[in-house]
C-alpha cells in the first residue's frame, strides 16, 4: 500500500532565530509538529522555500544536503547547528519531469546547492532526525499567484507517492517595518486577517491575484518570494481543497508566523 499525503502545508518560518530562541511561540508549534498536527512520516520532502529565488524553476540534485547560512548578524550558535538531512535526488528529477509535462518549459539542476533557512529552520523543529530525504524547489519572483498555483497544481501527484509538499516564507514579509513594539501594525493585521479569511472561505483565486485584491498587499510583501511558497502548496492541494490555520503569533509588530494546512481529502 503506498503513502499517500492528503495534506500539503504552508509554513511561515519567520527569523532565523527561531532555530534557537525558545520565546518564539513558533518554535513550540514546529517541535509539536510530529505528535500534534502531523503523525505520518513521510518518505521524502519536498520544500518551496522563499530563499531560492531564480529566473526558471530549478531543483536541488544532491545526495547529502549542506546547511546554508543565508543570513548574516546573528549569533555564533547559528552559525553551528547542523541539518545533514539526506537529498533527494529521485525526487527532485520527478519533480522536473512532472512541471516539464504541465508546460513548464525549462526546469533547472542544482548539483551543489544543500539547504537553505527557509528549509532547514523549521524542518530542524519538525524532523531533528534529519532522516527523511529532503529536495528544494524554487520560487520565481518575476512570475505571480497564479503560476505558483499552477506549479502546485503540477506537483499534486506526489502526494499520492509519500512525498510532503511544504511551503515555507511568511504570511507578511516586510523586514524594514519590524519594530520592538507592543501590538500588531494596523496594515499587518489586515493583510493577514484578508488572507486568512480567504483561505479558510476557499477563496484561492483571490488569493492568486491577492496584489489586485488584498488590503496592503505591496507593504506586506514589498517583494512577493516569500509569499508564493503558500501558492504552490495551495495549488497542489487542489481546488476543492480544506484550509485550516494550524498556528498564529506574531512578532516584532509586524511578522505573521501564521501556518496553513491544506487538505485535500474528497
Known sequence: MALTMKDTFYISHGAPTLAIDKSIPARHFLQSWKDKVFPQKP?????????????????????R??????????????????YPAPGAPELALR???????????????????????????????????ADIPVCQLSVQSKRDGNYHYNMGKALAPLKDEGVLIMGSGSATHNLRTLRMVDGIVPWALEFDTWLKDALLQGRYEDVNCYQEKAPHAKMAHPWPDHFYPLHVAMGAAGEN??????????????????SYQFNSAS
Open 43 to 63: 518518505k521524502a520532502i519536498l520544500v518551496i522555500s522563499g530563499h531560492w529565488d531564480t529566473s526558471f524553476p530549478a531543483v536541488n540534485i544532491v545526495h
Open 65 to 82: 544536503n549542506d546547511t546554508i547560512y543565508d543570513f548574516y548578524g546573528f549569533p555564533d550558535s547559528m552559525y553551528k547547528l547542523k
Open 95 to 129: 519533480v522536473k519531469e512532472l512541471l516539464m509535462a504541465s508546460g513548464f518549459k525549462r526546469v533547472d539542476e542544482d548539483r551543489e546547492r544543500g539547504l537553505d533557512h527557509g528549509a532547514w529552520v523549521p524542518l530542524m523543529l519538525m524532523y531533528p532526525e
Open 241 to 258: 481543497a480544506k484550509a485550516k490555520l494550524i498556528h498564529h503569533s506574531w512578532q516584532l509588530g509586524a511578522l505573521s508566523y501564521a
